[in-house]
């Protein structure tokens, strides 16, 4: 039976072997580990700029401990007086439009009532669609989650395409993935697997952009491209800054603010009133960013 | 004695006069005025794109009416059931670095029990501070709120300070200005005497920015100047989004997501971890974005 300081070593190591994958892949990017200790705990923000693909990216350890207060009571519904938190959460923004924006985070969850949970998610945000990559991103998400437990993947995935989501735009920030959240060891999902569960998730996730890094890493572009990622990049800030839980939490929270923000873009633009020509491909990706698309069968709207 | 129909109509005039101050001093750009109706009123949206020295930038009109709503009543501490608001909105992005961004807001908030108040002010954001230039401009802001009321400039001034504050970076957005809100009519000051001060305060807008242009406008820059300009409006990009309460309400309450984001600047950038270099021109305005400082008798802390 694992407890937190195994789970938090284990999170650790597999941070550096994300960032291990990821070097090699880039060719030239380097991360810088920056390690901090605060009163909450430890943690190792590891960022890289300006690689040979990735332009910025961010592949972050934490493990903290603090009072469980009577706010967090509120909004977890759950009594105790201290709680532990783990986690790896990493962002990678590329230079080239071609290639997509993705993220991933883990973490462990316990209270000292003898609670736990896990949460998290891989989720992928490509400035330009393309479906065969789109189809392969979730068919391996979702095989994954079919080795572990097979309401995993549907479940997960609506709950990606919800919380991915700006309402004000009425679009998802891209193709969505998987999210959990509160994900408690019981009869049907041990601790144990649960746990493995997140560590193959956080494995694989090098693994797929990678691939997509071979792929679509180093394809000539436009500066009109360039212009549309940049764009797109504008509604990524526009998500992080008004809707993720985890950035509002950091920065509400007094966290270690170059840390949180270290997922906004190097680079973002916006403009009035842009409409993409009608037919263009930026239409075409505009067009499916939408809930509710079956990637895995070939984007059917369900 | 006025009442809001009035008022709207005066400040739908005045946002025509500060279009042709600011498209006069551009002499290249031009605003173009959309109109629009919703089920809550009507407004002009009035956006600038490319102009010689404004590089993006929008003078909004707004006249609406609405329920008032029981999240209204809680917020404010009023009893209702109808509400009338109108007002202008404005905010200027120049190319040049030199040249500070500019907001300004004047606003009437009229409830169906009888009460009503004005909003809004003006604040200055530079990318660079001017010692002499915040001077001016917080003397100015002084000159026209002393001819209406001696309190008025040390209390909204202060509330400025408050109000265009980043407290996730223990930053203020820029060299702040005066900021106004729920100012009632009284025996103090009578509605007719709110209502001027709101519109010496719209008309001195134009006027400031294009004493700036004429100044800055054009003054050569470098690349270095730039990219510290960019990073300063992705501060600004963080302050809209994550704390301006316009902008908030604007996205939750289902308001036309082009006319409220248009408050962003063109482009933005983010780096992790950038500090200026120690005596440099960037870390001396870094230095001086605190609340308190006396910037009319020469930027004394208080």
């Known amino acids: 039976m694992k ?4 789970i938090a070593n284990e999170y650790k190591k597999l941070q550096q072997a ?3 994958t990821l070097e090699e892949a880039d060719e030239k990017g380097k991360f810088r580990n920056d390690k901090w200790t605060s ?3 430890t943690g190792v923000t590891s960022v890289i700029s300006d690689g040979a693909i990735i332009e910025k990216g961010a592949v972050n350890f934490s493990y903290v401990k603090g009072k469980f207060s009577s706010g967090m009571e509120k909004i977890l ?4 007086s201290q709680y532990s938190a783990t986690g790896i959460s990493s962002i990678l923004h590329p230079h080239n439009p071609w290639m997509p924006i993705i993220h991933m985070n883990v973490r462990y969850f316990a209270l000292d009532n003898g609670t736990s949970w896990f949460g998290g998610g891989i989720d992928l945000t490509p400035h330009y669609i393309n479906t065969t990559d789109a189809a392969d991103f979730h068919q391996t998400l979702k095989d994954i989650c079919d080795q572990y437990n097979s309401t995993f993947y549907p479940d997960f995935k609506k709950r990606a ?3 991915f989501y700006l309402p004000h735009r009425n679009e998802t920030r891209g193709i969505g993935g998987i999210f959990f959240d509160r994900l408690k060891p019981n009869e049907e999902n041990s601790l144990e697997t649960l746990f493995k569960f997140t560590v193959s998730l956080a494995k694989q996730y090098p693994v797929i952009y990678c691939n997509l890094m071979k792929k679509h890493g180093r394809r000539p572009f436009s500066s009109q491209e360039k212009e549309w990622q940049n764009l797109r990049r504008g509604r ?5 800054l008004v809707h993720d839980r985890g950035t509002k939490f950091g920065l509400e929270s007094g966290g270690n603010i170059e840390s949180i923000l270290v997922s906004l873009p190097a680079s973002a633009t916006w403009k009035y009133n842009y409409e993409p020509e009608p037919g263009s491909k930026e239409e075409q990706t505009l067009l499916v960013l939408k809930k509710g698309i079956n990637w895995v069968d070939g984007k ?3």
């Open 3 to 6: 407890n937190i300081e195994t």
């Open 18 to 20: 994300i960032i291990k």
């Open 39 to 41: 009163e909450l705990g």
């Open 77 to 80: 519904g759950e009594k105790a």
């Open 161 to 163: 395409d919800e919380y």
């Open 236 to 240: 990524y800030v526009e998500f992080n």
């Open 300 to 302: 059917t709207i369900e």
